[in-house]
């Protein structure tokens, strides 16, 4: 997940004058203690600082999680199962991986810049995706929705959830150092290229979150995930919403929301169902849909990703 309602905090904490130790400058390499020879996928204790500031923004009571070995080992085992350029991206980049408990959806990933403006990023997991399944953690995304039980699911298997998390994390952590899409966040290519002209369109969107009219389907603009905003569809707009997806070229209902998370959803669709061989099926209204088998998805799964897959 890639957020932007941080950014004027962040502005505000990195142009302060002066900094005590308990609040660092949350955009630079140095606040972090970056080690780039320890091993992946550095699990860590999120700095108390830096939970704090994700939870007074969010207005949630995070509070840190330290894995279990079991669940370290998922982690570890979900990262080798990475691509290995993603592997080597986050090798040299990655700070750290934070486990928060009552995360507001499943994960984040953020960027933080070196002194010669080189973006590092970090990333924040909620440990209850260690007690769902993919199948749950999906369908419990995509309920998120709506005002009340809806007709819909996601069927993807028992790994553990938050395989989907790593996976998902990992994508927006390649696109913040390789640049699959122009930019994963906003103000980060602002703070980049203050004197570049705005980019345009990628792919089949014409701008960051408003996709080309032949891409946008009409409640994609309806869509609330996890308790940002309040749900605006009715459970018996599940079908509607699914037909109308269907005829979109995104990998999920979450990656219609801006071409970071489409190339995110995109590359969660071929690594669970191509490397990890795990079918992918969504079912509305007892519609059974395999994303990977509608052919625009595939497509361009197959060739945005390439940079992943090289």
Known sequence: MVKQILIMVLVAIAAAPARSAEAPDPKALASYGFDAALPLPRLR???????????DMDQAPYKAYTATEQEAEIIRGAVAALPEPMRKTLSERLIGVYLVKNLKGNGLT??????????????????????QTLSELMTERDRTLFR?????SVEAGDRPGIVYSVAHESAHAFDYIIKVTPYTEP?????????????????????????K??????????????????????????????????????ASFYGSLSWAEDMAELFVLRHLTQDLH??????CAGQRVSPWDL??????????LKPVYK
């Open 45 to 55: 204790p999120i700095p108390p600082w830096l939970l704090r500031l994700w939870a």
């Open 110 to 131: 953020d960027w933080v810049l070196d002194s010669s403006s080189r973006p590092y990023v970090y990333m924040i997991l909620n440990s209850g995706g260690f007690r």
């Open 148 to 152: 009340g039980p809806s007709d819909l």
């Open 187 to 211: 103000h980060l290519y602002d703070v980049l290229n203050p004197a570049a002209k705005p980019v345009k369109g990628w792919d089949v969107w014409a701008e960051y979150s408003t996709p």
């Open 213 to 250: 009219p032949a891409a946008d389907y009409p409640l994609r603009s309806k869509l609330h995930f996890y308790g940002f905003g309040a749900p605006e569809l009715e459970p018996a707009q599940a079908a509607s919403l699914c037909g109308q997806w269907l005829a979109s070229p995104f």
């Open 278 to 283: 795990q079918p992918v099926v969504r079912i």
């Open 295 to 304: 052919p625009l998805v595939r497509a361009r799964a197959q060739r945005l």
